[in-house]
């Protein structure tokens, strides 16, 4: 104990000084109505009713959650099938379809080009004229490739044959001096010179690019292409010559008689038989040799600067005679072989339009 006021005793702790908790003023209790819903729905059993309503709702929401599942993996799909192509190539991939619709295009498009441009020189079907022959499958077969075609469009005739006063000019606008080509007018063009002859492609109108009708039949006209896919040039085959001026001569040497070419006629007895090239036609279309006995093919080429052959063939389509490609104007006379009774068609190979009829009686 001490007798010293606010100190505690010796040997004991302090004892803290106790606090009462700070008055706060009282709260307005808020309105009941504010935190309390209806009865009707503060009620915590469901009716029946309604119970079976909500799993209604629920079987519903989960089919509809189902069924669009299924209609987008169906989407997804049949976009990728149509993308791509089904298996096993039942459908073709839509970049493929396209490409070849595209092809297609070009090649009817190349059509015009080569009818308003090239067919006056190298005839209607590629069957030459004043210019070489472009539907002889041993030339379209690897000589006329796309390169070599672009090359010849573009620089002239002399990039065939090295002949700078050829009459073959430069096509491309891009050659000097330009020609009338555009490059998608060059890529048409060569589109239309390769085209396979197992696809027929419509006659569009030059303009309009319509399909052009045949006003008689009311049919749509269509062409082929040229190029057989399925040639192949026979073991041994001699490769076609680069210079086009060479076609227009058989074997080694355009002369008569020479390695590959047929015999001038020697036998002034031997019965003559006529054939005459004029205007791109043969004049007669019909003619008659003795039968079982040679006699002279008188071939008259009256076609200046076109080249022209005649091509006797039997009933199977083998040849059993011909003569040398020359240009005219020119004649040369043949020793043709005996043949037997019957009917020969003979054609020109280099305009296989110009057709005829020798009967051996």
Not at 76 to 103: C, D, H, K, S
Request: hydrophobic share 40%; glycine share 8%.
């Amino acid at each position: 104990m001490t007798d010293t006021p606010g100190r505690e005793p010796a040997g004991h702790e302090p004892v803290p000084e106790e606090r009462l908790p700070a008055t706060r003023p009282p709260a307005e209790v808020a309105p009941v109505e504010r935190f309390t819903s209806s009865p009707s729905i503060r009620a915590v059993e469901l009716t029946p009713e309604r119970a079976a309503q909500v799993v209604r709702q629920s079987s519903n929401a989960r089919w509809v959650g189902f069924l669009a599942t299924v209609v987008v993996i169906l989407f997804v799909a049949l976009y990728w099938f149509y993308e791509l192509g089904a298996p096993l190539g039942l459908t073709e991939p839509r970049l493929q379809a396209e490409i070849t619709a595209q092809q297609i295009t070009k090649v009817e498009r190349g059509y015009n080009v080569y009818e308003a441009n090239c067919a006056r020189c190298h005839g209607e079907q590629g069957e030459g004229g004043i210019g070489p022959v472009l539907n002889r499958q041993d030339k379209l077969f690897a000589h006329l490739n796309e390169n070599y075609l672009r090359n010849v469009l573009t620089v002239g005739g002399r990039y065939v044959c090295g002949d700078p006063k050829s009459q073959m000019p430069a096509w491309a606008d891009t050659a000097n001096p330009p020609g009338p080509l555009n490059y998608r007018q060059i890529d048409e063009l060569i589109a239309f010179l390769l085209a396979t002859s197992d696809q027929t492609f419509l006659v569009r109108d030059e303009h309009l690019l319509d399909p052009m009708v045949d006003p008689i039949t009311g049919e749509g006209l269509t062409f082929t292409g040229w190029r057989d896919p399925i040639y192949e040039p026979a073991p041994g085959a001699t490769p076609y010559p680069d210079c086009w001026k060479q076609e227009f001569s058989s074997g080694a040497s355009a002369s008569p008689g020479a390695s590959g070419a047929p015999a001038p006629s020697t036998d002034p007895t031997a019965q003559v038989v006529t054939i005459t090239a004029v205007a791109v036609a043969f004049d007669p279309t019909a003619v008659t040799a003795p039968a079982d006995a040679p006699f002279t093919l008188s071939f008259d080429n009256q076609d200046a600067g076109i080249p022209h052959d005649v091509q006797i063939k039997d009933a199977s389509g083998a040849v059993v005679f011909k003569t040398d490609v020359f240009p005219g104007a020119a004649k040369r006379d043949y020793s043709a072989p005996a043949l037997a009774a019957g009917s020969y068609p003979f054609v020109c190979s280099v305009h296989p339009n110009m057709t005829g009829t020798l009967t051996a009686e």
